[in-house]
């Protein structure tokens, strides 16, 4: 029993996808090795992966797999022995055929018939014997994102990989494995790092020495975690020198532990005059461009960064200056950028967006920006009058605008932002500037929303937009696929009226951003639509820690006004833990399931006349009594209230199904019985659905 190392080394590795490419390496091994029964239970897989390497490291790796007992059917048993029971010569031929002897035939029965059985042990597989195909298939199997091809030495042979590969180990315990992959031979030679290594070679001993020796001989942090973790712990010590708090990016984080191979940290500075750009422009571009961290003062930007080093030199004076000499043109074209941008206003801006194609089926940004103002003023009209309206389309008639300016062109993660940024400059309300960023919003899961009404006006007014035009033209999300974001866009709607307690009535919404469309341009999808909000919403609640039950208890009644379904949520949950409530749910799916098979000839309505028997008299007097306080809960919105009345009725019914026949032979009252339980069942599903409760 021994530690087994696999090693690729590679040229440079695409960065942001190293983190998986170790990840994924080292798990497909560990699953392939186990699954041919070649590790303990208490194996142990540790992932490496660098710039120029894929590695891992598994202990426990047995050196042959364990013997596999073999049982192979040969043929029947009566042709297998003659009358007196002696083998055939088919029994004979066949067992030479499988070098094997009478002492390895068994007989036994399958399916009614008698056969002769072959029974013998398979020795285990050595380990050599499968790791080439195991690593093969582990290489084959990696997320690449983009694969390329290359020739080999000979100058004739091409395979394709990731990165072009230059060196192989393969260790189990201090011994070579003899594999080949990618026209490579295994060894235990590899390099390490580029520059800082004390010998270009490092002589791996083996399997339990590849971390150390790759730290110590070449100067490499090989394992991703670990390097990531010594790059957090420098970032967070060189900011705490100055007093200053790093930005929070794990996905740069990430990329920067992909990048180096012994990080060194060093802080840098830039001119204070840039500081006068936005802060989201200098702090972007310093990332996505130069994969700095700026460093931060009560949330404000400084004019100093944290640059991560690949090489450790005893004067870093040149790294830091080089690194300084580097940043200052990308945060002079953002100052330049910002400058000119501000020499035209936002509102001169918006005759250009006429020239903008939005969708080749939906006409251009301006058309587009048009129908979001016209969304946004009536919902503002709604929500808090002429004055909120007349806000609303002013900002939705900006919030495009910033499209057409140099800074978004060079950064598009910037529109609404900057937009914001140049509204202000323009003299315009500061609920104006701030509905320009926010409409936007919320671009994720988990993202703030619209700081105020102004901004929750245009934001819904986008997102209907966008939901309204993509379903009338059919263009729908498919399995994973979802181009323009909708589901995004159907939960950030979803979120803004719930919790902002938005009193909007989602099927008029949905009325008012199909009519914001011209004649023609969009089908009638408004159905579609609906179906699909709701099934995000059903989706987004379960999320929220709501059962299914509950939740399709509630949703399946359609209410127009999402704001009001937590409230309903809560008053189901208050319900279902009334002693009453599963009693209750049943007979509510019993009920439903009558009227279901009646059609829609019934009423609710009952001839106190024709009441007979004593069970629907009393069931009668009950509703009379419960149903008023029930409504007039409904109608205040105490939905718990509501629901809780309900509980008096649980003796009436379950007296009226006990005892009285609804389907009775005289028409009359067969039609007032079914208008009784109609009036039940109406009664009963105002705040929701309670037959979905009955298990």
């Known amino acids: 029993m021994k530690n087994l190392l696999i090693e690729l080394f590679v040229e440079e590795l695409p960065p942001k996808a190293l983190r998986k490419l170790g990840e994924s390496f080292a798990n497909d091994l560990t699953a392939q090795l186990r699954r041919l029964d070649y590790l303990e239970s208490d194996s142990v897989t540790t992932p ?33 022995f003659d009358r007196q029971g002696q083998p055939s010569a088919a029994l004979r031929k066949r067992l030479d055929k499988e070098d094997a002897t009478l002492k390895d035939a068994t007989r036994a029965f399958e399916d ?19 790791l080439e195909a195991v690593v093969l298939a582990g290489l084959s199997n990696l997320p690449i994102p983009k694969v390329m091809t ?22 189990y315990g201090s011994d070579i494995v003899p594999i080949g992959v990618l026209g490579l031979t295994a060894g235990r030679e590899t390099h390490g790092h580029r520059f800082e290594a004390a010998n270009p070679i490092v ?34 010590a060189a900011a705490a020198k100055e007093g200053l708090q790093p930005i929070d990016d794990d996905a740069l984080l990430d990329e920067v532990t992909a990048l180096v191979e012994r990080p060194n940290v060093l802080t840098c500075q830039f001119e204070p005059e840039f500081l006068d750009v936005p802060q989201e422009c200098l702090i972007l571009t310093m990332k996505a461009n130069q994969k700095y961290f700026p460093l931060l003062k009560d949330g404000k930007l400084t004019n100093k960064f944290l640059v991560v080093s690949n090489i450790n030199p005893a004067d870093p004076s040149a ?43 939906l006409g251009t940004q301006g058309e587009r920006a048009q129908r979001v103002a016209a969304l946004a003023s009536s919902i503002g009209m709604q929500l808090g009058g002429e004055a909120l309206a007349r806000q609303a389309d002013q900002a939705a008639l900006l919030s495009k605008a910033d499209l057409l ?87 950030g709607l979803m979120r803004m009226l719930v919790e902002r307690d938005l009193d909007l009535s989602l099927h008029d919404l949905i009325n008012l951003a199909f009519a914001a469309f011209p004649q023609g341009l969009v089908g009638q999808a408004h159905t579609d639509l609906s179906i699909f909000i709701f099934e995000r919403f059903a989706g987004w ?155």
């Not at 490496?48 to 048993?77: F, N, Q």
């Not at 398979?122 to 380990?127: N, W």
């Not at 290359?150 to 260790?171: C, E, I, M």
């Not at 929303?449 to 379903?471: H, I, N, S, Y």
């Open 48 to 80: 490496y992966a660098s710039p120029r390497r894929l590695a891992t490291h598994i202990s426990g790796v047995r050196e042959r797999c364990p013997d596999v007992p073999v049982r192979k059917k040969l043929i029947p048993a009566d042709i297998a």
């Open 112 to 130: 009614g018939k008698e056969f002769v059985f072959l029974e013998r042990v398979a020795p285990g597989r050595e380990l050599a014997f499968v």
């Open 150 to 171: 290359y020739q080999l030495a000979d100058g004739w042979t091409s395979v394709n990989f990731v990165r072009p590969a230059h060196k192989l180990v393969a260790l």
């Open 203 to 236: 002589s791996i001993r083996d399997a339990d020495s590849y971390a150390e020796q790759l730290l110590t001989e070449g100067a490499v942090i090989a394992s991703f975690a670990a390097r990531r973790a010594e790059i957090e712990k420098q970032i967070k």
């Open 319 to 361: 790294v830091i200056q080089g690194n300084e000499r580097v940043v200052r043109p990308r945060l002079a074209d953002a100052k330049f950028f910002f400058d000119q941008d501000r020499k035209k206003s936002l509102a001169d801006r918006i005759p250009g967006l006429a020239k903008v194609v939005y969708h080749n089926k």
């Open 405 to 491: 300016t140099d800074m978004v062109g060079e950064f598009p993660e910037l529109q609404g932002i900057m937009g914001r940024y140049y509204a202000l400059h323009d003299g315009l309300p500061q609920e104006i500037a701030d509905a320009i960023e926010d409409h936007y919003k919320p671009r994720f899961a988990g993202d703030t929303l619209p700081r105020g009404q102004v901004g929750a006006c245009v934001a819904l007014a986008d997102k209907l937009e966008t939901l309204a035009g993509m379903f009338g033209i059919g263009q729908l999300p498919t399995g994973d696929k979802d181009p323009f974001a909708l589901r995004r866009h159907a939960l």
């Open 541 to 695: 609640l379960r999320e929220q820690g709501y059962s299914a039950q509950e939740v399709d208890a509630v949703i399946s009644l359609n209410p127009v006004r999402l704001n009001l379904v937590p409230k309903r949520l809560a008053a189901v949950r208050v319900f279902v833990a009334l002693p009453e409530a599963a009693s209750l749910a049943a007979a509510n799916k019993r009920v439903g399931n009558i009227l279901k098979k009646v059609g829609t000839g019934v009423t609710a309505q009952v001839n106190i006349a024709l009441l007979i028997e004593p069970a629907e008299v009393g069931l009668n007097a009950a509703l009379a009594q419960v149903k008023p306080q029930a409504d007039a809960a409904f109608a205040r919105g105490d939905y718990t209230e509501s629901l809780s009345s309900l509980a008096a009725l649980k003796t009436p019914v379950d007296s009226f199904f006990d005892q009285v026949m609804v389907n009775a032979e005289e028409p009359a009252l067969r039609q007032n019985r079914l208008g009784l339980l109609a009036t039940l069942h109406q009664a009963m599903n105002r705040v929701a659905d309670l037959s979905k409760l009955s298990t």
